[in-house]
């Protein structure tokens, strides 16, 4: 027994569509870097080991407390959270996309009852039963590649949020590790004007006791006392910059931060923080970075949109059909004899639509144009954040060893300088400009070592390191993703 001619037509059409099927999305091709080949630090060494893109962020970081804080905040943050479910989304929509490739059928079951005319009040019935191709969802027969060009803009999309995503968690581990930091940094500052603070009010009792006896004049205690409260003041600000740190880690974390977490982990003895990291050539670098691949991505979205919007000026073919059984009777619908079908090809051809076609060809074509600025753009601005933080690792070491031998030699002079006052020979004057200058030495040191630490940090992020991948989805590898 032969199929009916439905059976066989469906498939040939269906082998039609695939085969006949083109594409008009222009060829693409990645705009070359508008950077040097080579970073301006001429220092900087070429990597021979895995990049920093290759190095988990829990290699580069070598407190257990900060990996700690890190995790915390990997679970927990709100916007790797946005992040996370801003590719749920675009996953779905591609998914929507493909599904237009395909035909919607539907199981159909319909019944009609209506007069024939007004003189014999007549009625017909009509019953239907069986699969369906609806009017409503008819499928487009994509011979010049418009479903497909959108599929393909739909798939870059998703890809693009799966590099926001990384690129989010990347500036989220910078951000916690930076943030911390600076906690670590405001609590050692707190301390030294703490411990400045005491020294200065002892400076000022000695000082009124002395005065009080008639050995020096208002003029050095009034002085003793404008260096104390100056203390007292620098001792507040402080406390208040690491309650500050505190609040802002935990809205990085999204949760309290415990206590214990809130120190170094070996504060008595620290040892190195952060990994050292090789830096390698531009073009191999800046390839790496999630935020320039996610420009990547909307460009060859933006250069899809151009074939959806080309395929716009040709006809649009469609096709609506039904297979099943009917009858004018509904006992008799299920019996033999009743099988049939329908098959409504259709085809759109525009002829007058005002402009829009070309119009929307246009803001297809404008569109790519932008994104490749935006492209173009993630470059420089990714090679110039490169090249800071080389400068930062060049110069911000010296400049930390210079500043704690000039601390080294300070805290000498005003060991001597209180020795001298103590025993007459100097001024409280010179006592007090050496206690000065001191204190603001080693705040100098403090402040250096956190700037160079965070730009470390820094330097790990700008080179497209953190990004751990995770478990590939059931339904990613379905999609080939």
């Given amino acids: 027994m032969s199929k009916p001619l439905f059976l066989r037509t469906l498939p040939a059409l269906a082998a039609a569509a695939v085969l006949a099927g083109c594409s008009l999305i222009p060829s693409y091709e990645r705009p070359a870097a508008p950077v040097a080949s080579q970073w301006p630090d001429a220092n900087a060494a070429v990597a021979t080991t895995p990049s920093a893109a290759d190095l988990d962020w829990q290699d580069f970081i070598g407190d257990a407390n900060l990996r700690e ?10 916007d790797l959270r946005l992040a996370v479910l801003n590719i749920e989304q675009t996953r779905a929509q591609y998914q929507i996309r493909r599904a237009d490739q395909l035909p919607t059928v539907s199981a159909a079951i319909t ?47 998703y890809l693009a949020t799966e590099e926001a995503r990384k690129a989010t968690q990347i500036s989220l581990i910078a951000s916690v590790a930076s943030t911390w930091l600076s906690l670590q940094a405001n609590t050692e500052l707190l301390d030294l004007a703490q411990r400045t603070l005491a020294t200065r009010e002892d400076s000022l009792r000695l000082s009124r006791l002395r005065f009080d006896n008639g050995a020096t004049s208002s003029l ?50 620290p040892t190195a923080l952060f990994k050292d990291l090789p830096v390698g050539l531009p073009s191999e670098v800046l390839t790496r970075r999630p935020d320039i691949r996610q ?30 059984s009917a009858s004018s009777n509904l006992d008799n619908l299920f019996k033999s004899g009743t099988w049939g079908w329908t098959l409504a090809p259709s085809a759109l051809v525009p002829i007058f639509d005002g402009g829009r076609n070309r119009a929307n060809l246009a803001s297809a074509r404008a569109g790519r144009e932008i994104a490749v600025a935006q492209y173009e753009k993630a470059i420089q601005t990714a090679f110039r954040e490169v090249a800071d933080t080389l400068a930062g690792r060049a110069t911000l070491g010296e400049q930390l060893k210079a500043q704690q031998a000039q601390a080294t030699a300070e805290d000498e002079r005003a060991r001597l300088a209180e020795l001298r006052y103590r025993n007459g020979v100097a001024s409280s004057l010179d006592l007090l400009d050496a206690q000065r200058s001191l204190f603001a030495v080693q705040q100098l040191v403090a402040q250096t070592r956190l700037a160079q630490q965070q730009n470390q940090v820094a330097l790990y992020k700008v080179l497209g390191g953190g990004w751990t991948p995770p478990v590939q989805k059931a339904e990613d590898k379905q999609a080939g993703l």
Avoid: H, M
């Fill in 69 to 78: 804080v890190i995790r915390l905040a990997l679970a927990n943050n709100r």
């Fill in 111 to 157: 019944g009609s009852r209506q007069s024939s005319s007004e003189i014999d009040k007549s009625i017909t019935s009509s019953y239907t039963a069986g699969l369906s191709i609806p009017a409503s969802a008819a499928w487009e027969l994509d011979f010049f590649g418009r479903l497909g060009s959108l599929k393909e803009a739909a798939l870059a999309q």
């Fill in 220 to 269: 050095d205690l009034w002085q003793a006392e404008s260096l104390a409260a100056a203390a007292r003041a620098t001792a507040a600000q402080q406390q208040r910059l690491r309650a500050q740190d505190i609040n802002a880690l935990t809205l990085l974390l999204g949760q309290t931060v415990p206590e214990p977490l809130l120190r170094a982990a070996n504060a008595t003895q």
């Fill in 295 to 324: 420009a990547e991505q909307q460009l060859i979205a933006a250069n899809a949109n151009i074939g959806a919007a080309r395929a716009a000026f040709f006809p649009r073919i469609t096709l609506t059909a039904f297979a099943g």
